[in-house]
């Protein structure tokens, strides 16, 4: 009978060693700053939390906002991962030193080298396009080419713009740097300028709408708040149509910005933190990341919503997304030197 009661007790030692790791791994946590609005990450890591155990804490504000609670925090801050928009905002965040080099295979081979930090700090995680749209009753698609050509005095009193305070008009800006310089950059700038149909926009929507009602025939508007409106009102699309920008010409291509992500420079759980970018970045994952946003995955194997499959496919700019976020501070002053509000 001893001896039964010590194999008994033996046996259940090791039981417990066989499942303490489980209950170790299942209490694994990763914490998240995001600016992402929440209601569309959120779902998505749900799942993770419930395919791996692994906890996610997250903390959404804006992206400036994070980044310099990041950079006041040091060391003791408790963020693994920075999920945040803009090429601008995540060359910033790397550059600043609040992101780590990561060496990930998996991520280099889900995300195109175009919208990935060569130095493997950051990678994108959705493509967020900024094409031209135009009126169907006043524009045909033959008199339309580039971002280039908007600046042409053809289009006079017909063009709809957002303002230059914004994060996209900044990138868009900033990819024409890349590409042509200050000089050339500045007299399309001020082209744009000169042809505007009235103040400049607050947002994307407003612009949309103003096509529709005849107050401009030309405008350049990410494509994710045209999915919105086609989504509740299909026939919008009747009114107003997409134009892939800048395309058929050798080196060239249409202006992708990006939400991505990368580990903190003080992450706690960095093996935690690259996991779940890798998870993110990967084909089964994309659709739930860009699900109800009408952005598309990143992922080039991964299907976007049908809305967006619509609009056909297009060649993005060759640009890496680093050298068009490193040009983010010039744009904001020369967009400020031609007067572009």
Not at 14 to 42: F, G
Not at 205 to 224: H, K
Not at 249 to 257: K, Q
Request: charged fraction near 20%; include cysteine; glycine fraction near 8%.
């Amino acid at each position: 009978m001893q001896r039964l009661k010590t194999t008994l007790s033996l046996g259940l030692v090791s039981l417990a060693c066989m499942i303490a790791p489980s209950h170790a791994q299942t209490a694994e946590t990763v914490t998240i700053y995001s600016s992402r609005i929440e209601q569309l990450l959120k779902p998505t890591l749900d799942r993770y939390t419930q395919e791996t155990g692994v906890k996610i804490n997250l903390l959404t504000d804006r992206g400036g906002s994070l980044a310099e609670r990041l950079a006041a925090e040091g060391a003791s801050s408790p963020a693994d991962v920075l999920i945040t928009v803009d090429m601008g905002n995540l060359w910033s965040a790397a550059e600043r030193g609040l992101l780590q080099k990561v060496d990930s295979p998996t991520l280099n081979a889900n995300v195109p080298a175009n919208f990935r930090d060569p130095g493997s700090r950051w990678w994108g995680l959705s493509q967020r396009e900024r094409t031209i749209f135009y009126a169907a009753d006043r524009v045909q698609p033959s008199q339309l080419s580039t971002y280039e050509d908007l600046a042409d005095p053809k289009w006079k009193g017909k063009l709809c713009l957002r303002t230059g305070k914004q994060a996209y008009t900044q990138s868009l800006t900033a990819m024409l740097l890349a590409k042509h310089g200050v000089e050339k950059t500045e007299t399309i700038a001020k082209g744009w300028v000169a042809n505007l149909a009235g103040d400049v926009f607050t947002n994307d929507t407003s612009m949309l709408q103003a096509l529709a009602a005849g107050q401009c025939d030309v405008s350049i508007i990410n494509t994710y708040y045209y999915g919105r409106l086609l989504d509740k009102e299909p026939q919008f699309g009747e009114k107003v149509k997409l134009f892939w920008a800048n395309q058929g010409v050798e080196g060239d291509g249409a202006h992708v910005n990006l939400s991505g992500g990368g580990v903190t420079a003080h992450a706690k759980n960095p093996e935690g933190a690259r996991k779940l970018l890798e998870w993110l970045s990967s084909k089964e994952v994309q659709a739930a990341y860009v699900n109800g946003t009408f952005e598309s995955p990143i992922n080039q194997q991964a299907e976007a919503d049908p809305i967006v499959q619509a609009w056909g496919k297009f060649t993005p700019s060759p640009l890496n997304a680093a050298d068009i976020g490193s040009q983010q501070p010039e744009a904001i002053r020369l967009l400020d030197r031609v007067g572009y509000r």
